[in-house]
């Protein structure tokens, strides 16, 4: 499980070694000493991983290549004058996104039970890919081999895109803790860092102390639902609106998604990089800032192919010619030709995973990853005819205030008055219009086009998050705009009709969020909790026995009442090793297989483990998906019919009484 030493050590290590290069970056590019520890996280993330991960394709990930990486892009930060001390940013701001950043970690830590059972909250489904992060962590392999599915004894690759998973990996490395620990601490990490920007961004459109603070108020709100279930009954709500969905809150999306938040983050970091480049330098600070804008692109593709791969494609370029055709057109081709530069400095960074993407599509077959196709809104309350006319407005003027009141109404307002100039003077002017199109393309890209590749619309529900960031800072300079005028005896009046506005609409959306942090703190409880329990002690046995470089049968159907949603979750978190076929729902991101593949590889798992496989079966283990490793439980219907050990493939070289069964392949394959 997770020990909370091993989060302890894993928590500060992320922070020196992606604030520290972060600040001085920052620094050098014209942020206060207090503004600068506000952007710094977000942007050393999104400069020393990518920069690492390149180090690591020539000589392995190791120690020394994470904090030669992190030294290297510090180093940056010379090629730029150092900046005066400026406004002083509110450090109370950092230590609530501190601890706002708390609720997403505590949905990945186990819960004990007073009966010694093992609780799990739900976001715990999508990290199961935890596994990638003990491979990456213990076998330094860049790019890394595929833990989830190996024909015959072939390392595989991974297309799936991991650079998030590779940082975490770093925090492993450096802490020597496991892949859950390192998991956890990247979360929090990832939680703070998204929201230190939203109060970096905040204290930028509007310097002072209320506007970060209020930033974050206003993104930790969450959705109008719960509200209206209670106002309306939910039976109504759910006529009338579609299921709330991945669509949904930073806190919510943090918790489930952290890697495509991270990638939200490192876009809009991108864009603050494109600004500080519009207004103009020599050329080698040109030249350090291209490549700085293309290691944050090539850290927004590598951790998200939605947000940071078709969306900021889209939104990015929309962001990129608002500052290009900005006044004044001096150093507009300048500008132009630097971002081609950083273009194709992330193009070479991301290219190899690039490359594993377009292999995996075409191995997997299935057609296009995307389509056009509005996103529903509208519940079955509403007739198909009615719901198609009405659907593309109701996107607008429906669903994006119903799960963000507390940013969007504040967000435009924000927007509004920093364009008219009557709150941040010239340099949040010049910074607004590239944030709003970011915005705006980036909604709009959840709208209209819809993922195709997985079980769920990624796309659609993950594209809403650049826009997010950027809302939430607009939400924080208008609020805090009406808290001053509130204050003046002008416009008093004026001032405290739109503070209780913006603050009402705060705390409607505030029980959503007690919600979800009272799911992610208490976990879920299942009948399959207990047997969990005793897992790690099933996964110490099988590392006893059986190497990294190995890979492992187990009954992917195990424990599948651990979460609502079926998954080979006790191999996942605890394993630490390959697996030969890691179970239908993780080969869906990671096994470069048809439908049909996936289906078939499935049936014959079950079968085995179910205790009904013949000789054919146990031979196609072998033989085919290569596996070198059986491990048979006592939950597992093998265990009263088992097909191993009769097979001369296998040989059983540990048994505990009542739990389990190792057996290891006899020979290797041919």
Known sequence: MVSLPSLLSCIPLALLLWVTPGWFLARGLG???????????????????????????????????????????SLCALAFPRASAGARFPLLALAFAG?????????????????????????????????LIDEIAQNGTIPPANPVFGAGRAAGTVAYYYLWHFGAAELAILSGAHGWAADAAATWFTGFAALALVGALAFRLRPGMSAPLLALLAASAGSLRPVAAALFGGARVDLALEPASGLAGLLYQTSWSPHHVASATACVTAVLLMARLRTGSGAGQGAVLAGLIGLAAAAAFGSSLWVGGVTFALAGTAAALALAFSRPAKGRLRFLAALAGAALVALVLVAPLLMAQI????????GTPLQFALLPVLGPGWTEATRAVLDPLAYWLVLLPVEFPAILFAGVAGLALVLAGRTGGKPAR?????????????LAVSATLQSTAGENNDLGWRAVLPAILVQAAFAGAALSAALSWAMQSMRARQGRVLLAAGLALIVLGLPDTLALAHRNITGEPSKDGRVFAGDPALWRAVRREVGPQVRIASNPARLEKLTPWPINLSWALLSRRRSCFGGPEMALAFAPLTAAERADAAMLF??????????????????????????VTAQDGAWRADPFASSPLYRLVEEEDGRWRIYVASEPVR
């Open 31 to 73: 942020q206060g000493r207090t503004a600068a520890l506000a952007l710094a996280p977000a942007l050393g993330w999104a400069t020393q991983t990518p920069a690492a991960l390149a180090l690591a394709h020539l000589f392995g990930l190791s120690p020394a290549v994470v904090i030669g990486s992190a030294a290297l892009v």
């Open 99 to 131: 601890l706002l950043a708390l609720v997403p970690m505590l949905g990945v830590l186990p819960k004990v039970m007073p009966d010694g059972a093992i609780a799990l909250a739900s976001p715990i489904y999508d990290h199961a890919k935890i596994i």
């Open 359 to 366: 292999h995996a599509a075409a191995a997997r077959g299935g």
């Open 430 to 442: 010049r910074l607004a219009p590239p944030l709003a199109a970011l915005a705006i393309v980036a």
């Open 606 to 631: 079950d079968r085995v483990f179910a205790g009904t496989g013949t000789a054919e079966d146990v031979a196609t283990l072998r033989q085919t998906f290569g596996c070198g490793a059986i491990v």
